[in-house]
Nanobody
């Protein structure tokens, strides 16, 4: 079993910054990647940023240059630094971990960008 706990969401004004954190525990062996996804009501969950076990990164075009994904030295935590936030970044952000043919999800954290 894999357990993911996200934190760091909240309300921020346009142009502001937030940092999301995700800590993984449990059966995280043979992990391929960890990443951040987001979802708004009525739409599919979309990839925001992905960090592979080899250190490669992949970002959605809409966040390139504004968001940065990173991880800690133990490779059990992943972070998402979000700068220059826009109202269209408002969503529930989920941490996802890919391992052994499955994707495991956290409970999500709400990010609201509004003045």
């Amino acid at each position: 079993q894999v357990h993911l706990v996200e934190s760091g969401g909240g309300l921020v004004q346009p142009g502001g910054s937030l940092r999301l954190s995700c800590v993984a525990s449990g059966s995280i062996f043979n992990m391929l990647a960890m990443g951040w996804y987001r979802q708004v009501p009525g739409r599919q969950r979309e990839l925001v940023a992905l960090l592979t076990s080899g250190g490669g990164t992949n970002y959605a075009d809409s966040v390139k240059g504004r968001f940065t994904i990173s991880r800690d030295n133990t490779e059990t935590a992943v972070y998402l630094q979000m700068n220059s936030l826009k109202p269209e970044d408002t969503a529930v952000y989920y941490c996802g971990l890919q391992a052994r043919g499955s994707t495991y999800w956290g409970q999500g954290t709400q990010v609201t960008v509004s003045s």
